[in-house]
């Protein structure tokens, strides 16, 4: 008995830990303009969704809301009336052909009574169904707005709300619950698992609209709780996608989402539409980000740029707030300041509603640096693209732009044949950021050549050698072995001296050419490995003679004066202290 009792409480404790499926379902958007339009730009209504639909992750969690649970229980009230209804129409129909398939007066009362009977309960559980739909309506009314009062709360204080209570359902209860304050989630997942399958409705109820009987009818028959619709407006190469995202059963829109971008590049466009979507497909509480931007006479020029939307921490009436509000989930965030380097992170903001967001911007570092190649050699420097800047025998030092962070950079020379591949006149350099300030002298030993001719050769040559080593030591083996055997024969007495000497002779001969092959290969690997390793950038080093020619000094003095006992303590816990990461506090640097 104790086992069947522990094995029913884990069933339950189990159960109640995985939660149900959110069905979510998209189907091909419309072209709000009536034209004839190309194949391709047709087959945009087609594959935009689909697109959208492959940004979710499949690991999103939605939180049900109060309107939607009753919009549910609504919904299974309603089909239960209507099957009954559809029972007591059968029932006053069988009492009807009563008269008419009955003879005995005494008979047909009797046949009557008894439908009459089964049509009352029938009756009485319409009634009861209309009476429990009007008590769920009465019981949902306050948490509905308990839902809208939560949601509502966020944007009207600072402070934090209490985290939801306990989030696992006990078989029973110990304590007295809050419904209110419960907590439904389910796990979001895609129409048929596929993020390719649309949901194509009946031209009927297309034709109907999305809150008709019809259209309802067939996206609660396809098990969908959440339907993504879209309309495409086109001008030129542009167009603006409206998408709505529609809970059933009832089909109301939960949130809207739209979006500009080009038809002949569809990915972007999706990726926003979807990272919009994601947090009103989650249905959580807005949350507050708290921006702290170093240094603080910046902060008040400071724009913060969400999603694409711009934010400026100044308001209209002069007034600072470095407060936003948005919805949880996944942001791009661009944090710009005139004079400063821009700082873009992506994070997911969720399982809370109070962020901390510390910037600390860098200031923006502009200069030249001079440099030239180890070898001298006529071509071009190209850097971020664009910039150019060829050395000659009159100007063998090149000018590059700098701004204190790392460059990627090209030494290009003219083709020697049309023959030559597209990689055999340039050359990779990298500019480390400790050597990209301004007035710096560098060297750089970028040797054009085509790289991947230089590797397949090394390969070869390696391959040549070690064939010759692997075929030099069978012989080595070989011969080894018959003078091993032939000098223990000759110390028994029954050897041939002469014999001996010329196996000797052959062994030491054949040892030399398989350790002269094994030297080979040991030198052809190393040139192999340093013919691939010839593929990375060339890194720049500072031109030290250059430098003091110029009369710049590579290493200033500093000075560090060491702090007294008592202050160094002092020094250790404010060090300890700031070194505390409170919740939900993101340092960008």
């Known amino acids: ?88 129409s059968k029932e006053y129909k069988t009492r009807d052909s009563l008269v008419l398939s009955t003879n005995s007066p005494r008979k047909l009362e009797k046949e009557i009574r008894k439908q009459m009977e089964k049509i009352r309960d029938i009756e009485i559980k319409i009634n009861d169904n209309l009476d429990e739909a009007k008590k ?88 969908i709780n959440g339907l993504i619709t879209g309309e495409i407006t086109c001008y030129g190469d542009y167009c603006s996608v409206t998408t ?38 989650a249905n959580a509480l807005p949350i507050m980000i708290d921006f702290d931007i170093s240094p603080k006479e910046i902060a008040k020029d400071t724009k913060i740029m969400i999603d694409g939307i711009v934010f400026s921490l100044t308001k209209t009436d ?33 399982d809370d509603n109070m962020f901390f967001v510390h910037a600390n911007l860098v200031p923006k570092v502009h200069g030249t640096a001079h440099i030239k190649l180890k070898k001298y050699r006529d071509g071009i420097f190209h850097t971020y693209g664009l910039n150019q800047a060829p050395v000659t025998k009159e100007e063998p030092s090149a000018k590059l732009d700098v701004n204190g962070k790392s460059v ?25 950021e400790n050597q990209a300030f301004d007035g710096a002298y560098l060297l750089v030993n970028a040797k054009p050549f085509d790289r991947a001719a230089n590797i397949d050769k090394r390969r070869r040559w390696m391959y040549t050698a070690y064939t010759a080593l692997i075929c030099s030591l069978p012989f080595t083996f070989y011969y080894k072995g018959e003078f091993t055997a032939e000098n223990f024969a000759n110390s028994q007495g029954r050897g041939d001296y002469d014999r ?21 290969t040991a ?23 250059s430098m003091k020619e110029a009369n710049m000094v590579l290493k ?33 640097n």
């Open 1 to 88: 008995m104790k086992k069947f009792l522990l094995t029913l409480i884990l069933s339950c404790l189990t159960f109640s830990l995985f939660a149900d499926n959110w069905t979510l379902g998209i189907m091909e958007f419309s072209f709000k303009q009536k034209q004839n339009r190309g194949e391709s730009t047709a087959k945009a209504a087609q594959v935009l969704p689909q697109l959208i639909v492959e940004q979710f992750s499949s690991e999103n969690i939605r939180t049900i809301p109060q309107k939607e649970r009753l919009d549910r229980r609504l919904k299974e009230l309603q089909t239960e009336r209507i099957s009954l209804f559809l029972q007591l």
């Open 136 to 223: 769920e309506i009465d019981a949902a009314a306050p948490k509905i707005d308990h839902d809208e009062a939560a949601h509502a709360d966020i944007k009207n204080k600072n402070d934090k709300k209490a985290l939801p209570g306990f989030p696992l359902k006990l078989p029973f209860s110990f304590f007295k619950h809050n419904e209110e304050d419960e907590i439904i989630t389910e796990n979001v997942v895609l129409y048929k698992g596929d993020s390719t399958a649309l949901f194509a409705p009946s031209e009927k109820s297309s034709e109907a609209g999305f809150t008709s009987w019809d259209f309802e009818q067939e996206v609660t028959g396809a098990k």
């Open 244 to 281: 709505n995202l529609r809970i059933y059963p009832g089909g109301q829109i939960f949130g809207t989402v739209q979006e500009v971008g080009l038809l002949t590049d569809l990915m972007p466009l999706a990726d926003s539409i979807a990272r919009n979507l994601d947090s009103k497909i």
């Open 318 to 350: 002069g007034s600072f707030d470095n407060k936003i509000i948005k919805d949880s989930g996944i942001h791009h965030i661009n944090i710009e300041a005139p004079g400063y380097e821009n700082l873009t992170f992506t994070y997911s903001f969720t």
């Open 408 to 432: 990627l950079g090209v030494f290009a020379v003219p083709k020697q044949s049309d023959d030559d591949s597209d990689s055999s006149n340039i050359a990779f350099f990298r500019i480390p």
């Open 500 to 520: 001996l000497r010329n196996l000797q002779n052959r062994s030491n001969i054949c040892a030399g050419i398989s350790a002269a092959c094994g030297v080979w």
């Open 523 to 545: 030198i052809e690997l190393v040139r192999y490995l340093w013919a691939a390793d010839r593929v990375l950038p060339a890194k720049t080093k500072i031109d030290k003679k």
């Open 556 to 588: 200033p003095k500093i000075e560090i004066v060491e702090p007294e006992p008592a202050e160094a303590e002092k020094t250790d816990d404010s060090e300890k202290k700031d070194s505390v990461i409170q919740n939900n506090e993101i340092v960008v």
